[in-house]
């Protein structure tokens, strides 16, 4: 079994790692390499790293709204939420 924090984590950290060398968070370049990478090293598929990834950050943000936790947003969500507002409300 797959320890969801951990494999968030490392996720997290291959994701900062990536946008540092290119500048910023470029998702259809960066997502493939980070869930793939994750899946290599849990080994698991990189759909079924994405899906733990999601459910992870689900609780991590949930936690944040309600009060139970002090997560922060990081970059790389922000940019995510941002452009799917904008397509939404254009």
């Not at 991590?60 to 969500?77: C, D, F, H, Q, W």
């Not at 995510?80 to 904008?86: F, H, V």
Request: with cysteine.
């Amino acid at each position: 079994m797959v320890d969801k924090k951990i494999l968030y984590s490392f996720c997290v950290r291959k994701w900062e790692e990536l946008e540092q060398k290119d500048g910023e968070y470029h998702p259809a370049k960066h997502d493939p390499i980070v869930l793939k990478a994750a899946g290599r090293k849990f080994g698991i598929t990189p759909e079924e790293a994405g899906i733990i990834y999601d459910q992870e950050l689900a609780v991590l943000t949930e936690n944040a709204i309600t009060g139970k936790s002090n997560y922060v947003l990081t970059p790389r969500l922000k940019t995510i939420l941002d452009r799917e507002r904008k397509e939404r409300f254009s």
